[in-house]
């Protein structure tokens, strides 16, 4: 994700052409962005409520009696998603709390699960089947195949999440039969009071749902049931996870790099991703899991590499070799499993990581390229992946395919790819200068950022990345933050929301921008920089333009705001 080299046949984009205020903007948010690092290096943001495992936990309470408190809490909170504009949270909020969902007029089912990877699909469609059910919906006329519960080539969540969605169904079917010792043993062995396995909380209460039918459990579901509410947020809902601290951490610190942030606070989010990586190499999404995965170990390595190649050449080459490990025939990488179908953003996410190692790793790429151009449709886009705007594999593949050096060679894998993403960000482009996660939707922040990143790689003329970063500036908040929507998917297609990653993504886009200008007139003497652009720049600046006034030092004109108390790195 990180900026790439700009290709000598790009011309440099005039700062005249884009918003006068984009570098103070830029400052806010890179401000911002680094009062969210914590001491450690960590960028915490923890995921916030979902009707979906609000639900789950609601139909739970129900069936045990037990916490009214809590289930007051989580009926306030599915009362105010009963009329939301996502039709399957107004599904889930109705039948949760009146029993009787009601899919045929409120959610087109095929289309919501055409959202997901047709590999995905049976899965998926037992999983959708199965909270129905649970949310007092007909079990229908028959089990889903076979397909839908099998456990070959499954990582270990889905293995778990297929086996807890057999038994909801098993029992709704009136068939317990269908459920065997290794199955109960499975399930079981996920429960632990005061932790929710692999910090995944749709996960633990769907296994609390699997086992409560069965005898000589209510002990093992109570206790599961309040390690739930210990992750109930303020607004009464439940999180679909804890956290993707460590995914996002590594994002962050590609970010702030892009838009030039200082070497101890970049020092600081590489110790920290060095403190998580596990013995095989790779990351998690947070370090409450231990099943790692391609994506948070590339954008690790992209941090490590950013922040000294040498000094950290031990742990990117086994995180390279975590990545090849996970490699599949095709050139391809999937997201968790060796031998699982490979995904177009997984493999643009692993492209990036080995173009770290040059010309070592050219083979892996050019492999990974050819893949890529093999999976992208004649429009530009991709296969979906785990987020809700199809601009975001575009993206990544696009910095993938820029990096080597056919990308302009007619015909090459990375020509196609380059060419089809640049075509498809410009012909997609809204009346305001925004994106939207799908053609024909309102622009939204996160989808934006991704089309300047692409466009900012490729693009010849300036116009539309600059409509772009003037829509982006609409959506800054006083505080330097940006105002998004949802856009992450887990599992696919369910979304959920972690708002940091508007800040994160929108910060990364406008460093792919300014890379991009070309080199600012020198200043005269008269001309000094105010505030906000000497912290642009990179030079040490400790106001807050949001703090209340104070008496100002000599030689300072009123209002002088008051100092806060910086991070070493703000």
Same mark, same amino acid.
């Given at each position: 994700?990180?900026?790439?080299?700009?290709?000598?046949?790009?011309?440099?984009?005039?700062?005249?052409?884009?918003?006068?205020?984009?570098?103070?903007?830029?400052?806010?948010?890179?401000?911002?962005?680094?009062?969210?690092?914590?001491?450690?290096?960590?960028?915490?943001?923890?995921?916030?409520?979902?009707?979906?495992?609000?639900?789950?936990?609601?139909?739970?309470?129900?069936?045990?009696?037990?916490?009214?408190?809590?289930?007051?809490?989580?009926?306030?909170?599915?009362?105010?998603?009963?009329?939301?504009?996502?039709?399957?949270?107004?599904?889930?909020?109705?039948?949760?709390?009146?029993?009787?969902?009601?899919?045929?007029?409120?959610?087109?089912?095929?289309?919501?699960?055409?959202?997901?990877?047709?590999?995905?699909?049976?899965?998926?469609?037992?999983?959708?089947?199965?909270?129905?059910?649970?949310?007092?919906?007909?079990?229908?006329?028959?089990?889903?195949?076979?397909?839908?519960?099998?456990?070959?080539?499954?990582?270990?969540?889905?293995?778990?999440?297929?086996?807890?969605?057999?038994?909801?169904?098993?029992?709704?079917?009136?068939?317990?039969?269908?459920?065997?010792?290794?199955?109960?043993?499975?399930?079981?062995?996920?429960?632990?009071?005061?932790?929710?396995?692999?910090?995944?909380?749709?996960?633990?209460?769907?296994?609390?749902?699997?086992?409560?039918?069965?005898?000589?459990?209510?002990?093992?579901?109570?206790?599961?049931?309040?390690?739930?509410?210990?992750?109930?947020?303020?607004?009464?809902?439940?999180?679909?996870?804890?956290?993707?601290?460590?995914?996002?951490?590594?994002?962050?610190?590609?970010?702030?790099?892009?838009?030039?942030?200082?070497?101890?606070?970049?020092?600081?989010?590489?110790?920290?991703?060095?403190?998580?990586?596990?013995?095989?190499?790779?990351?998690?999404?947070?370090?409450?899991?231990?099943?790692?995965?391609?994506?948070?170990?590339?954008?690790?390595?992209?941090?490590?590499?950013?922040?000294?190649?040498?000094?950290?050449?031990?742990?990117?080459?086994?995180?390279?070799? @975590? =990545?090849? /490990?996970? *490699?599949? !025939? $095709?050139?391809?990488? %999937?997201?968790?499993? +060796?031998?699982?179908?490979? &995904?177009?953003?997984?493999?643009?996410?692993?492209?990036?990581?080995?173009?770290?190692?040059?010309?070592?790793?050219?083979?892996?790429?050019?492999?990974?390229?050819?893949?890529?151009?093999?999976?992208?449709?004649?429009?530009?886009?991709?296969?979906?992946?785990?987020?809700?705007?199809?601009?975001?594999?575009?993206?990544?593949? @696009? =910095?993938? /395919?820029? *990096?080597? !050096? $056919?990308?302009?060679? %007619?015909?090459?894998? +990375?020509?196609?790819?380059? &060419?089809?993403?640049?075509?498809?960000?410009?012909?997609?482009?809204?009346?305001?200068?925004?994106?939207?996660?799908?053609?024909?939707?309102?622009?939204?922040?996160?989808?934006?950022?991704?089309?300047?990143?692409?466009?900012?790689?490729?693009?010849?003329?300036?116009?539309?990345?600059?409509?772009?970063?003037?829509?982006?500036?609409?959506?800054?908040?006083?505080?330097?933050?940006?105002?998004?929507? %949802?856009?992450?998917?887990?599992?696919?297609?369910?979304?959920?929301?972690?708002?940091?990653?508007?800040?994160?993504?929108?910060?990364?886009?406008?460093?792919?921008?300014?890379?991009?200008?070309?080199?600012?007139?020198?200043?005269?003497?008269?001309?000094?920089?105010?505030?906000?652009?000497?912290?642009?720049?990179?030079?040490?600046?400790?106001?807050?333009?949001?703090?209340?006034?104070?008496?100002?030092?000599?030689?300072?004109?009123?209002?002088?705001?008051?100092?806060?108390?910086?991070?070493?790195?703000?």
């Amino acid at each position: 994700m990180r900026p790439a080299p700009i290709p000598a046949d790009l011309p440099r984009w005039p700062h005249a052409a884009f918003p006068a205020d984009l570098a103070p903007a830029t400052a806010r948010l890179r401000a911002h962005l680094l009062s969210r690092v914590d001491p450690d290096g960590a960028v915490r943001d923890p995921c916030h409520s979902r009707v979906l495992e609000s639900a789950l936990l609601l139909a739970l309470l129900d069936r045990t009696n037990v916490e009214p408190a809590a289930r007051a809490q989580l009926a306030g909170y599915l009362a105010g998603h009963r009329d939301s504009p996502k039709p399957l949270d107004r599904v889930l909020a109705r039948a949760a709390l009146d029993g009787r969902p009601a899919t045929a007029d409120l959610l087109d089912v095929e289309q919501f699960l055409g959202q997901a990877p047709d590999f995905t699909g049976a899965r998926k469609r037992a999983l959708l089947h199965a909270v129905l059910v649970l949310l007092g919906g007909a079990p229908g006329s028959e089990l889903p195949g076979a397909e839908a519960f099998s456990l070959r080539g499954l990582h270990t969540w889905a293995r778990v999440q297929v086996t807890a969605v057999k038994a909801v169904l098993a029992h709704a079917h009136r068939q317990p039969q269908l459920i065997d010792a290794p199955d109960l043993e499975l399930l079981r062995s996920t429960q632990r009071p005061g932790t929710a396995w692999e910090g995944n909380l749709l996960i633990h209460l769907s296994v609390l749902h699997a086992l409560a039918p069965l005898p000589g459990h209510r002990h093992l579901i109570v206790d599961g049931i309040r390690t739930a509410l210990e992750h109930q947020r303020p607004d009464g809902g439940m999180p679909f996870i804890c956290d993707e601290d460590t995914w996002l951490t590594a994002t962050a610190g590609v970010a702030l790099h892009a838009a030039g942030a200082g070497a101890p606070v970049l020092d600081a989010i590489a110790h920290r991703l060095l403190h998580l990586q596990q013995s095989g190499g790779g990351w998690s999404y947070t370090e409450h899991a231990q099943l790692a995965d391609v994506d948070c170990t590339s954008a690790a390595v992209e941090v490590l590499h950013l922040t000294g190649p040498d000094a950290h050449r031990t742990p990117i080459s086994r995180a390279i070799g @975590a =990545l090849h /490990a996970l *490699r599949g !025939p $095709d050139g391809g990488f %999937p997201t968790y499993l +060796a031998g699982a179908p490979s &995904e177009a953003c997984m493999t643009a996410a692993a492209a990036n990581a080995l173009n770290t190692q040059g010309h070592h790793q050219h083979a892996a790429v050019q492999a990974a390229l050819q893949h890529l151009a093999s999976q992208q449709h004649p429009d530009g886009s991709f296969p979906p992946d785990w987020s809700s705007s199809r601009l975001h594999t575009v993206f990544r593949a @696009a =910095l993938a /395919a820029v *990096r080597h !050096p $056919d990308h302009a060679t %007619p015909g090459s894998p +990375a020509q196609q790819i380059t &060419e089809r993403a640049t075509q498809l960000v410009l012909n997609s482009q809204n009346p305001d200068g925004g994106w939207g996660q799908q053609d024909g939707e309102a622009s939204d922040a996160l989808t934006t950022a991704y089309a300047l990143i692409t466009l900012s790689s490729r693009s010849a003329v300036p116009g539309p990345a600059a409509r772009g970063a003037a829509y982006l500036l609409t959506r800054q908040r006083p505080d330097g933050s940006i105002a998004g929507i %949802p856009d992450s998917i887990g599992p696919r297609p369910f979304g959920f929301s972690v708002p940091a990653l508007a800040d994160t993504f929108t910060l990364l886009a406008l460093g792919h921008l300014t890379r991009r200008l070309a080199p600012a007139a020198p200043r005269t003497p008269l001309q000094q920089p105010s505030a906000m652009a000497a912290r642009h720049q990179g030079e040490p600046v400790t106001l807050s333009p949001s703090a209340t006034p104070r008496p100002c030092p000599p030689g300072r004109k009123p209002p002088c705001p008051v100092p806060r108390a910086p991070r070493p790195w703000i």
